[in-house]
């Protein structure tokens, strides 16, 4: 499914119209580039300057998006980039990280891990499909009698050769330095506060708070009007670190997709997974299949606004299965059919 995923993404994104989104300025020195999921950058980006140099909270999901957003801060500042901090292992997050060579890479050690371990297999399957696409597409189109299928057929091999290019410029960098907890960067007046705050979207989730400015860079443990992506998510351990994060003394919330949002944003969000709690429940406490609460739960129509609609059926699926293991761990073992007892 991630091979699949980032497949789709990274051909959408390769035909996708140009996109050099500006930095919109969030606090004095500290700017944030919002940015369309359908353009080749697809998540947000943030730019904190400080005293002696520039930090950086994730990259866009491709290096052109990368050197788009360093062209955008030469805009603001002659001041290297010192620090770029990933807030997960994502593509979307990372992938722009080459742009930045000098500067100190830093996620949480599981995110790192993910990367190495997820991420650049992912990719390398990636290309592997698109070529053999390719190959299957130019053994069939000379044969294609008619003209508007072989034009199809073209245009879809143009698509894949194009993500080939791209990803032949794509150097996967991982980050150097990794956290399991909290750290603080320093740098004169300024502190800003790279923070482990739960598991959630992944569970290696870190977010950038700074206290001074009372902004939060959240990554995607926020998304803002828009229904999440939960495929390495734990999202009965999300809320409780949604909590967490509503607890820090900050008015301004960034997320990881769509607009710069407040702490009631996040709330609203937070609310999101506890209704999406509560719709799959009363379907695992009466037996109901997977794919009967898959097939009978809709969005409920307040949030038929959000971006990503076609998520919401894998949130249904991740919730339901967390909540059926969650039934199971508490059911007593005498409690279980005699079958499942003796089993050895």
């Given at each position: 499914m991630l091979l699949i995923i980032l497949l789709a993404c990274l051909l959408c994104?390769?035909?996708?119209?140009?996109?050099?989104p500006e930095l919109t300025k969030v606090a004095e020195g500290i700017y944030a580039r919002i940015v369309s999921p359908d353009s080749s950058a697809v998540a947000n980006a943030g730019v904190v300057v400080m005293d002696q140099s520039v930090l950086v909270f994730d990259t866009h999901f491709t290096p052109e998006a990368g050197f788009s957003l360093l062209a955008t801060i030469r805009s603001v500042t002659p001041k290297s980039v010192r620090y770029v901090v990933n807030s997960h292992w994502h593509a979307d997050h990372t992938h722009g990280n080459q742009a930045f060579a000098g500067a100190q890479l830093i996620s949480s050690s599981n995110a790192r891990r993910d990367m190495l371990q997820n991420d650049l297999p992912s990719l390398n399957r990636a290309v592997r499909v698109a070529q053999t696409q390719i190959d299957k597409l130019r053994q069939v189109v000379s044969k294609e009698p008619d003209a508007a299928e072989r034009q199809k057929m073209r245009e879809q091999i143009k698509t894949r050769e194009d993500y080939l290019q791209t990803m032949t410029r794509?150097?996967?960098?991982?980050p150097v330095i990794t956290l399991d907890e909290n750290t603080t960067i320093h740098d004169g007046?300024?502190?800003?506060?790279?923070?482990?705050?739960?598991v959630g979207h992944t569970d290696g989730d870190?977010?950038?708070?700074?206290?001074?400015?009372?902004?939060v860079f959240a990554g995607d443990l926020f998304f803002n009007n828009g229904i999440p992506n939960v495929q390495d998510a734990s999202i009965l351990e999300w809320m409780k670190t949604l909590n967490g994060l509503l607890k820090l003394d900050a008015t301004t919330f960034v997320p990881g997709h769509g607009p710069i949002g407040s702490k009631r944003d996040v709330q609203?969000?937070?609310?999101?997974?506890?209704?999406l709690k509560s719709?799959?429940?009363p379907a695992v406490e009466r037996g109901d299949s997977l794919e009967q609460a898959t097939r009978d739960l809709q969005l409920p129509a307040k949030y038929s606004s959000y971006q990503f609609q076609n998520f919401f059926p894998s949130n249904v699926q991740k919730m339901y299965t967390e909540l059926k293991g969650l039934q199971i761990e508490l059911t007593p073992v005498?409690?279980?059919?005699?079958?499942?007892?003796?089993?050895?």
């Amino acid at each position: 499914m991630l091979l699949i995923i980032l497949l789709a993404c990274l051909l959408c994104a390769s035909t996708s119209a140009k996109e050099d989104p500006e930095l919109t300025k969030v606090a004095e020195g500290i700017y944030a580039r919002i940015v369309s999921p359908d353009s080749s950058a697809v998540a947000n980006a943030g730019v904190v300057v400080m005293d002696q140099s520039v930090l950086v909270f994730d990259t866009h999901f491709t290096p052109e998006a990368g050197f788009s957003l360093l062209a955008t801060i030469r805009s603001v500042t002659p001041k290297s980039v010192r620090y770029v901090v990933n807030s997960h292992w994502h593509a979307d997050h990372t992938h722009g990280n080459q742009a930045f060579a000098g500067a100190q890479l830093i996620s949480s050690s599981n995110a790192r891990r993910d990367m190495l371990q997820n991420d650049l297999p992912s990719l390398n399957r990636a290309v592997r499909v698109a070529q053999t696409q390719i190959d299957k597409l130019r053994q069939v189109v000379s044969k294609e009698p008619d003209a508007a299928e072989r034009q199809k057929m073209r245009e879809q091999i143009k698509t894949r050769e194009d993500y080939l290019q791209t990803m032949t410029r794509l150097n996967i960098t991982v980050p150097v330095i990794t956290l399991d907890e909290n750290t603080t960067i320093h740098d004169g007046k300024q502190e800003a506060r790279i923070l482990f705050l739960g598991v959630g979207h992944t569970d290696g989730d870190v977010v950038l708070f700074l206290p001074a400015q009372k902004v939060v860079f959240a990554g995607d443990l926020f998304f803002n009007n828009g229904i999440p992506n939960v495929q390495d998510a734990s999202i009965l351990e999300w809320m409780k670190t949604l909590n967490g994060l509503l607890k820090l003394d900050a008015t301004t919330f960034v997320p990881g997709h769509g607009p710069i949002g407040s702490k009631r944003d996040v709330q609203t969000f937070l609310s999101y997974l506890e209704e999406l709690k509560s719709l799959v429940s009363p379907a695992v406490e009466r037996g109901d299949s997977l794919e009967q609460a898959t097939r009978d739960l809709q969005l409920p129509a307040k949030y038929s606004s959000y971006q990503f609609q076609n998520f919401f059926p894998s949130n249904v699926q991740k919730m339901y299965t967390e909540l059926k293991g969650l039934q199971i761990e508490l059911t007593p073992v005498e409690d279980a059919p005699k079958a499942e007892r003796h089993q050895p």
